[in-house]
Structures are given as structure tokens and as C-alpha cells.
């Protein structure tokens, strides 16, 4: 099984986890997040970025760790740069609560797949709402005569 490692700006990383865990509360020891705060030296969040690293690994995830970043060169996703080989971890930047959501739901698969299924959660996740009825679908009238009450 893979492991999932948010790395954004405080407090989205947090944020995603806690909404992950509200749909998948099975995932806790899966995922872990880091906020990289304003005040703080990329540095020390390089620091903690390895520590949990280092720990994702440790709970037998031998597999691989997907790394989720918010914005491509950001302090985020600098970190997380220097923290994944290619190998047995990948990055991802762009990071959103779609792409989170199928990242954890395929997390069993193989690395490379998990790293494409997360991309196109993360995209597909993504539109325009039409506020008007598409066009491929009737527009209900609403008819004075008929009563839909639901009780």
C-alpha cells in the first residue's frame, strides 16, 4: 500500500487530511500532512518533511509515497523536490480535495497508476457549473396542478 504525504501552505494541508478522513476514516495511518508556515525557514520544513517521511516508511509502506503539493514552485512543492527520488516516491503539484480523495480511494494500486489516477481525479474534479440546464437535458416545468410535497 502507498502512503499519501500533503505538503501546502498552512492550513490546507491539515484541512485536506481532515476532510479525507471524514470520507475515508480508515486512511488516518495512510496520510499525513505538513503546514509550511510563513515564519518558518524552508529548511525546518524540510526537516519535518523527512521526519515524516521517515515515518510513513516505517508503517510498512514499502511501496511508494505520493507526495501533494498545492502550488508548483512554492515553498511546498520545493520541499517536497527534494524530498521524493522517483522511484519509490512522486510528486504531485496542484493539490485539491478530488485529487486527495481518489489518491486515498486507489492508494492499494501500484505507484505509477496512483500517480495517474490522482492526476485525473484532480482534473476531472475541476468545472464549470452551468447554471442553466445543459443542453442534453429537458428542463422540468414546473405544473401549478401538480403537488410534489415529500414528507
Same mark, same amino acid.
Not at 15 to 20: K, M, V
Not at 129 to 147: K, L, S
Given at each position: 500500500?502507498? %502512503?499519501?504525504?500533503? /505538503? &501546502?501552505?498552512?492550513? @490546507? $494541508?491539515?484541512?485536506?487530511?481532515?476532510?479525507?478522513?471524514? =470520507?475515508?476514516? +480508515?486512511?488516518?495511518?495512510?496520510?499525513?500532512?505538513?503546514?509550511?508556515?510563513?515564519?518558518?525557514?524552508?529548511?525546518?520544513?524540510? %526537516?519535518?518533511?523527512? /521526519? &515524516?517521511?521517515?515515518? @510513513? $516508511?516505517?508503517?510498512?509502506?514499502?511501496?511508494?509515497?505520493? =507526495?501533494?503539493? +498545492?502550488?508548483?514552485?512554492?515553498?511546498?512543492?520545493?520541499?517536497?523536490?527534494?524530498?521524493?527520488?522517483?522511484?519509490?516516491?512522486?510528486?504531485?503539484?496542484?493539490?485539491?480535495?478530488?485529487? @486527495?480523495?481518489?489518491?486515498?480511494?486507489?492508494?492499494?494500486?501500484?505507484?505509477?497508476?496512483?500517480?495517474?489516477?490522482?492526476?485525473?481525479?484532480?482534473?476531472?474534479?475541476?468545472?464549470?457549473?452551468?447554471?442553466?440546464?445543459?443542453?442534453?437535458?429537458?428542463?422540468?416545468?414546473?405544473?401549478?396542478?401538480?403537488?410534489?410535497?415529500?414528507?
Amino acid at each position: 500500500m502507498n %502512503a499519501i504525504l500533503i /505538503i &501546502a501552505h498552512a492550513p @490546507l $494541508a491539515h484541512a485536506l487530511r481532515t476532510c479525507a478522513l471524514h =470520507v475515508f476514516p +480508515d486512511c488516518g495511518a495512510d496520510l499525513a500532512a505538513i503546514d509550511v508556515q510563513p515564519n518558518l525557514p524552508p529548511e525546518e520544513t524540510l %526537516a519535518t518533511a523527512r /521526519i &515524516a517521511m521517515d515515518q @510513513l $516508511a516505517r508503517l510498512g509502506h514499502a511501496s511508494g509515497v505520493l =507526495v501533494l503539493t +498545492d502550488i508548483f514552485g512554492a515553498t511546498p512543492s520545493n520541499v517536497a523536490q527534494k524530498l521524493v527520488d522517483g522511484v519509490t516516491s512522486r510528486l504531485i503539484t496542484g493539490v485539491n480535495l478530488p485529487m @486527495l480523495l481518489r489518491s486515498v480511494s486507489y492508494r492499494n494500486e501500484p505507484l505509477e497508476a496512483l500517480v495517474s489516477r490522482a492526476v485525473v481525479g484532480g482534473t476531472q474534479g475541476v468545472m464549470q457549473v452551468a447554471i442553466t440546464a445543459p443542453q442534453n437535458q429537458a428542463r422540468r416545468t414546473h405544473d401549478p396542478d401538480q403537488h410534489d410535497h415529500h414528507q
